[in-house]
T-cell receptor, first 115, second 110 residues
């Protein structure tokens, strides 16, 4: 079956530092990977969408300068949170989609705490 | 403005049913999905609808009315383990842009 792994599951970083998180699709090739942030208030926000052979599209309020994403192949994507501050706290989820299916397979998320 | 709205909480009794409502207002519509999310875990896909009407999938059924910007997720024969948050997500016309609601926390009482 389709599985999506995320690493690390939980991380703590000091305010102003950066951390990188990874997303790995196993058992299928992800034609697109979407990164989301679920805030402590449970708001679900799309950060960016990375589609094979297309430029990465960032949503309003999110920039490449703050959340650079690498999507080198159909199975792997990584995102870095640069210069993290308190408002960056939350659960970061990657959703991988196969072909044109609407189903997104989510990873378990990386929970980011900022001190 | 644009968005997806859901009630924050819902309670129901084991063995009965629960209906989770979702209303949306988006610039375009290209389908609506429902996800189940347990505390601290990733959302799990339940259903996808794009046409009006009721889609019966056994324990979970979904209804859509595009003209009213409204959908609901119906859970029948509730079990305690159905206690979770249920997220409504609308895909905008921009093919892969998906807007999530904040989720409805369903508490099933014994």
């Amino acid at each position: 079956g389709a599985l999506v792994y995320q690493y690390p599951r939980r991380t703590i970083c000091k305010s102003g530092t950066s951390m990188r998180m990874e997303c790995q699709a196993v058992g299928f090739q992800a034609t697109s990977v979407a990164w989301y942030r679920q805030s402590p208030q449970k708001t679900f926000e799309l950060i960016a969408l990375s589609t094979v052979n297309s430029a990465i599209k960032y949503e309003q309020n999110f920039t490449q300068e703050k959340f650079p994403i690498s999507h080198p192949n159909l199975s792997f994507s990584s995102m870095t949170v640069l210069n993290a501050y308190l408002e960056d706290r939350g659960l970061y989820l990657c959703g991988a989609r196969v072909g044109t299916e609407d189903t997104q397979y989510f990873g378990p998320g990386t929970r980011l705490l900022v001190l | 403005g644009q968005g997806v709205e859901q009630p924050a909480k819902l309670m129901s009794v084991e063995g009965t049913f629960a209906r989770v409502n979702c209303t949306y207002s988006t610039s375009g519509f290209n389908g609506l999905s429902w996800y189940q999310q347990r505390e601290g875990q990733a959302p799990v896909f339940l259903s996808y609808v794009v046409l009006d009407g009721l889609k019966d999938s056994g324990h979970f059924s979904t209804f859509l009315s595009r003209s009213n910007g409204y959908s609901y997720l119906l859970l029948t024969e509730l079990q305690i383990k159905d206690s979770a948050s249920y997220l409504c997500a609308v895909r905008d016309t921009n093919a892969y842009k998906v807007i999530f609601g904040k989720g409805t926390h369903l508490h099933v009482l014994p």
